[in-house]
């Protein structure tokens, strides 16, 4: 990963700044595709790849968590549209597809307590996230409420 796009695209990322699962959620809120106040940020503190072991990598925690707030319920009965968990699932399938896993010790081969300076390897995973995020979120509206079988149909795709 470049200096460049570090810098460039996502420059509170890294030992020092935000960490994965933060920068992703803040480079969706930055570029308009989620709603939410900046301070939600912090709503990712803790939900980084490595805060236990088989834990997913920060940038599909983000994943979820934007999806949940573009797609999500609050109310009773809110379930029963699928259109936020099928586009997690082609999500984390893409994600997985293109990087061979979406566990964050297995795609940076290591725990926190074993790597220096280990999350700029993550920035590539950051930067990709955001924009399949944008992308799903985008159709995610275009579609609207789906329902069982209309899941069941994007999914064999």
Same mark, same amino acid.
Request: with cysteine; charged share 25%.
């Given at each position: ?5 570090? &810098? ?11 960490? $994965? =699962?933060?920068?992703? @959620? %803040? *480079? @969706?809120?930055? %570029? ?10 912090? *709503?990712?503190?803790?939900? +980084?790849? &490595? ?9 599909? &925690? ?16 809110? +379930?029963?549209?699928? @259109? ?15 990087? !061979? =896993? ?19 390897? $993550? ?7 955001? !924009? ?14 789906? &329902? ?10």
């Amino acid at each position: 990963m470049s200096d460049y796009l570090i &810098n460039k695209e996502i420059p509170y990322f890294g030992e020092e700044g935000l960490t $994965c =699962s933060q920068s992703t @959620l %803040r *480079l @969706l809120i930055e %570029r308009g595709v989620v709603k939410m106040p900046l301070e939600s940020v912090k *709503l990712m503190s803790f939900l +980084h790849g &490595n805060m236990k072991i088989d834990a997913k990598c920060g940038a599909v &925690n983000a994943a979820a968590v934007a999806f949940g707030w573009a797609f999500g319920f609050y109310e009773v009965g809110g +379930h029963t549209d699928r @259109l936020g968990y099928t586009l997690l699932e082609l999500f984390m399938r893409e994600f997985e597809q293109k990087f !061979g =896993s979406v566990k964050c010790q297995e795609l940076v081969g290591t725990t926190v307590k074993e790597r220096v300076d280990g999350q700029w390897t $993550c920035a590539e995973y950051v930067v990709w996230a955001a !924009g399949k995020i944008e992308e799903l979120i985008k159709k995610g509206y275009e579609l609207g409420p789906i &329902n069982q079988e209309q899941a069941d149909e994007m999914l064999k795709q």
